[in-house]
């Protein structure tokens, strides 16, 4: 029997043992590659200059913020010792204008939602100065433990006068601007964050991982691995990995929708492998596969081929309504319905066309969580028998992740749990904790600036 245009669509995105093999062998040669590449546009394995984690009895007050793809945070930490924090924080949407604008008017932004967050708390130190901790989601060469060069931004930023700037120096500018005595302390990925705060709390931690807007990994590597790295002598170091920019052509198993994304996106040919999985543009996937679809006539077929104005704008499908859909588990798929009606304005769906729809979002949904297991994969075995020992049946390893995909979409870490013992085994898989780690941007920002204003790292 020939396939349907449907099932040959979907079939895309399912992924075989020997693609996800090559995911993972592919993504390894890169964590290699990474940590002796002087080639600056390789932005991947930075080092942090933290050389341990923190011990859960660290304590004291500090503010920080956490600028993401979609929301800067900030927040007062209080970090009460025994793996307890007391933390106020703040949200604020980043909006379009401020993420294409300029760095002036960014940093501008920043300083004065840290005003309102130390009016809020009534932190009023007279003259003394505020130190904060940073967390930065986004790819930055660091120097030393509080500076960085602000290196390629994604995630639909476009700033001038950002790329290449010492990140410090442009958070200062705005708080001197603004007349606000703070100090940066520390700062750190997000990734970062994430490993340094759950390692706060749940000590087999060793692996940091956000999947969110976008994603990444951190993870505790020998320094003497790391010939890059040429800052004061220590035995091991969390590295950024941003395994969002990995992913080579000869091993991503890229569907032509994927390829479109990428060509269309504000840098082309950066971000591959985050442009397959993560929250900004999974919705998007499934707009471009439905937009085919229906222009063949192989769903919705009562549109007559014809793409309603509703789903023909870029983005239109957030990666929201996946989860929305996936979480309905009625037998005749009506979230589907309630979606397409209520967001697109589409009524009329035939069960045959609920039930299309929800298993093409099924498959990109698991696609994503198959290839974050792999990565992880490729990170664990990078990292065995110095951070991490796979091979003690008696050792637990964590890894916390933090991010609206993992936190929100449905058995996403049951699919990544399965993928996980379908590459190891049930024996290696079972000694791997998936744990959900909330807000480490802040928490872990915290604890870097507080271990580094007293003269150590972490
Ligand atoms: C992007 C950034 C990276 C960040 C990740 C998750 O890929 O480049 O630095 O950690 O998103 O937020």
């Not at 940066?184 to 000590?203: E, F, K, M, R």
């Not at 996403?412 to 996980?420: D, R, Y």
Request: glycine residues 10%; charged residues 20%.
């Amino acid at each position: 029997m020939t396939k349907s245009i449907f099932q040959e669509t979907v079939e895309q995105f399912v992924l075989s043992k020997d693609q996800v093999q090559k995911i993972i062998n592919g993504l390894t040669d890169e964590l290699v590659e990474g940590l002796s590449t002087k080639d600056p546009k390789n932005i991947t394995q930075q080092p942090s200059f933290i050389t341990r984690l923190p011990t859960g009895h660290e304590t004291g007050l500090y503010l920080a913020i956490d600028m993401g793809g979609t929301n800067l945070r900030t927040a007062a930490v209080h970090l009460l010792g025994d793996g307890q924090v007391g933390v106020t924080m703040q949200k604020h949407e980043i909006t379009h204008e401020l993420k294409t604008g300029t760095g002036q008017a960014m940093f501008d932004w920043i300083a004065d939602c840290t005003a309102g967050l130390l009016k809020t708390v009534a932190i009023d130190m007279g003259d003394a100065e505020l130190q904060m901790g940073v967390t930065f989601s986004f790819a930055i060469q660091q120097t030393a433990i509080n500076r960085g060069k602000v290196l390629a931004m994604g995630k639909g930023f476009d700033l001038s006068d950002v790329m290449g700037h010492d990140l410090k120096d442009l958070l200062e500018g705005g708080f001197a601007r603004k007349n606000l005595n703070v100090k940066v302390s520390a700062i750190i990925n997000d990734t970062v964050g994430t490993l340094v705060s759950h390692a706060y709390v749940s000590p087999s931690t060793k692996i940091g991982v956000i999947l969110a807007t976008g994603t990444n990994a951190a993870y505790i590597e020998r320094a003497s691995e790391v010939s890059k790295y040429n800052g004061p002598t220590c035995d091991q170091m969390i590295l950024n990995t941003e395994w969002d920019a990995m992913g080579k052509a000869e091993y991503l198993p890229q569907t032509k929708y994927d390829k479109e994304i990428d060509a269309v996106s504000l840098v082309p040919g950066f971000q591959e492998f985050e442009k397959m999985i993560s929250g900004l543009y999974m919705g998007e996937l499934v707009r471009l596969a439905l937009v085919d679809l229906i222009e063949r006539n192989a769903i919705l077929e009562f549109l007559g081929g014809k793409v309603p104005e509703s789903l023909s704008q870029r983005l239109a499908f957030k990666t929201l309504f996946m989860s929305t859909i996936e979480s309905d588990h009625s037998s005749d798929h009506a979230g589907v319905d309630k979606v397409f009606k209520t967001s697109f304005g589409i009524e009329g769906l035939t069960p045959e066309d609920r039930a299309r729809i929800f298993q093409l979002i099924h498959t990109i949904g698991k696609r994503s969580a198959t290839m974050t297991a792999a990565a992880c994969v490729a990170l664990l075995q990078k990292a065995n028998g110095s951070s991490v020992n796979l091979d003690d049946p008696n050792e637990i390893t964590t890894i916390g992740i933090d991010g609206s995909v993992f936190e929100k979409y449905p058995h996403f870490s049951h699919s990544m749990m399965e993928s996980l013992i379908e590459i190891m085994g049930q024996d290696r898989a079972s000694r791997i904790r998936l744990e959900l780690a909330r807000d480490g941007g802040c928490i872990g920002a915290a604890l870097v600036a507080m271990v580094s204003e007293s003269g150590g790292a972490v």
